[in-house]
């Protein structure tokens, strides 16, 4: 794997961590008497980080727990609650935000997330940092390339959802943060230097986002 791209990749538990803190920061920014447009962009940038992240949780992290655990309840529900999301976002794709029925499938999307979520990271978080340890950078690593693999035709939309979705500063660094990524796979930023600057702002944007109110 690229070296770079091996030194700039975060522990896969961190990522998945960020993956959460995202998601819940848009549906935070998400009301009833919110513009149409806004509303698009909040559900489209959501719907399509909710996406990636569930496909790259079922290729990357579930398997690699499920081979350190064995059997688990929590583990066992965790694609199916994957699939219960896809149904809700694909219900979701059929409406227009003006559309009654729009608020009330977002926030069943939300529901069904937030206890994904606390399972995730009362439960199979903490042991995979138990069990995983010494290959949660690595599996890191792949989760890297993979995420950006998947994001690759989608990166227009992303940009411009993020922009419309939170204030301009933190929509400027997430959308920095994936042309960097793509550079980074290109093998155009060999300089351990330009690494540090972006990782140092992803991080300060992650805990950013974790002070937001619930």
């Known amino acids: ?23 819940l920061a848009l549906s935070r920014r998400y009301h009833p008497d919110t513009s149409p447009d806004k509303k698009l962009a909040l ?25 350190a655990t064995g059997a688990d309840p929590v583990l066992d529900k965790s694609v199916p609650e994957h699939n219960e999301m896809r149904q809700l976002i694909s219900r979701l794709r059929h409406l227009e935000p003006e559309d009654a029925a729009y608020d009330s499938t977002f926030m069943d999307l939300m529901r069904v997330v937030l206890h994904h979520v606390a399972d995730e990271e009362t439960t199979l978080l903490p042991q995979a940092e138990r069990m995983l ?44 943060a994936l042309l960097f990524g793509s550079l980074l796979m290109k093998g155009l930023i060999p300089s351990d230097s330009l690494i540090e600057r972006p990782t140092r702002r992803l991080t300060r944007l992650t805990r950013s986002l974790r002070r937001l109110p619930t």
């Open 1 to 23: 794997m690229n070296m770079s791209l091996g030194k700039l990749s975060p522990r896969i538990t961190s990522m998945i961590h960020m993956d959460h803190s995202h998601v």
């Open 43 to 67: 559900v489209t940038n959501a719907c399509l980080a909710l996406e990636i992240h569930a496909q790259l949780e079922e290729e990357i992290f579930y398997p690699a727990l499920r081979a």
């Open 133 to 176: 340890g010494n290959q949660l950078r690595e599996l890191g690593q792949q989760m890297t390339k993979r995420r950006l693999q998947l994001l690759r035709p989608h990166a227009v939309e992303v940009a411009k959802t993020t922009v419309q979705s939170f204030p301009i500063a933190s929509a400027i660094t997430a959308v920095t």
